[in-house]
């Protein structure tokens, strides 16, 4: 059973176009993030949702926009995607708002902007 | 901000010899500091964590420490086996306040030799 699950695994899509990552987690958290890793390995957040509502907004183009549904769900939805934003974006989860939690990361969703 | 500093950012060491991985963070408010692996293709999973309130935490191989006066932590992982081959990634953050977030160091790749 995956605890935090993001599809899709790997996207190759070219420049301009819109897409989407969707998240998952059946932990029972109240708490999810986007986080952003770049090719030399840099982990960033990105954003951060505590039930349904958001608590950090990054230094973030405004191309790139967070829904959440419900404390279950976090996805991401990129527009007119850059070859900068090619990476690696994890979605994650932890129990409680606060940072002193552990917090549980999907497997990634590979980016590639061509 | 918090400002989280890694070194080294690589490391080689002889299978069953000992690993040292040191992190410098600029917020003496900062009171969590965990560390996360990241094996290859992989999600970073926590492996261990310590809280201000105590200077040293083991787990078996791997340990912690904590020198709040000098403000850096380090980890340790002692006989050194193939599958401790990963990135390693330090974190600091002020926990228990809701809108603070994680902030990573700048990983730091371990190769075991065998």
């Known amino acids: 059973d995956t605890a935090v699950s993001q599809t899709p695994k790997y996207l190759v899509t070219q420049m301009g176009n819109d897409k989407s990552i969707k998240c998952e987690q059946n932990l029972g958290h109240d708490t999810m993030y986007w986080y952003k890793q770049d090719s030399k390995k840099f982990l960033k957040i990105m954003f951060s949702?505590?039930?349904?509502?958001?608590?950090i907004n990054e230094t973030v183009p405004n191309r790139f926009s967070p829904k959440s549904p419900d404390k279950a769900h976090l996805n991401l939805h990129i527009n007119s995607l850059e070859l900068g934003d090619s990476a690696v974006y994890f979605c994650?989860?932890?129990?409680?708002?606060?940072?002193?939690?552990?917090?549980?990361f999907g497997e990634g969703s590979w980016l590639t902007v061509v | 901000g918090e400002n989280v500093e890694q070194h080294p950012s690589t490391l080689s060491v002889q299978e069953g010899d000992s690993a040292v991985i040191k992190c410098t963070y600029s917020?003496?408010?900062?009171?969590?500091f965990p560390w996360y692996k990241q094996e290859l293709g992989k999600r970073p999973q926590l492996i261990i964590d310590?809280?201000?309130?105590?200077g040293e935490k083991k787990d078996q191989r791997i340990a912690v420490t904590l020198n709040k006066t000098a403000k850096h932590f380090s980890l340790h992982i002692t006989e050194t086996q193939p599958e401790d081959s990963a990135v390693y990634f330090c974190?600091?953050?002020?926990?228990?306040?809701?809108?603070?977030?994680?902030?990573f160091g700048t990983g730091t790749r371990l190769t075991i030799i065998p």
């Open positions: 917020d003496s408010a900062s009171n969590y």
């Open positions: 310590i809280r201000s309130n105590v």
């Open positions: 974190a600091a953050s002020k926990a228990n306040f809701g809108n603070e977030k994680l902030t």
């Open positions: 994650a989860s932890s129990q409680g708002a606060g940072s002193g939690n552990t917090i549980y």
């Open positions: 949702y505590n039930n349904k509502e958001l608590i």
